[in-house]
């Protein structure tokens, strides 16, 4: 399997493929969020996200790649989002 490396910290992705991900995860939007990064909480996402539309979501974290839970992982099919080991086992079939 061709596995690419991107640094969505300095590329992030546009509104896009981020709206793409968001599709094939199947997520909300919020999952999306790096909650514990320090921009985050520098911009008090906590207390506005809950009053944005999806599009200023998408175009936030399109803005800014540290906002961006990570790693994200794609076969253009299916998405991921943060790392859980079991998750990983049974969607990727990896150990």
């Keep these: 399997m061709q596995v690419d490396y991107v640094n969505i910290a300095e590329q992030p992705p ?6 793409s991900f968001v599709e094939q995860s199947g997520l909300d939007i919020k999952k999306f969020f790096n ?14 996200l809950p009053e944005m539309s999806d599009d200023e979501k998408l175009a936030l974290l399109a803005s800014d790649g540290m906002l961006i ?3 994200i ?7 991921t989002v943060g790392f859980n080991e079991a998750q990983y086992e049974d969607i990727w079939g990896m150990e």
């Design 69 to 71: 839970k990570r790693p």
């Design 35 to 48: 909650v514990s990064g320090m921009k985050y909480r520098e911009l008090q996402l906590k207390d506005k």
């Design 73 to 79: 992982a794609t076969d253009g099919t299916k998405v």
């Design 14 to 19: 546009t509104e896009e493929v981020l709206r």
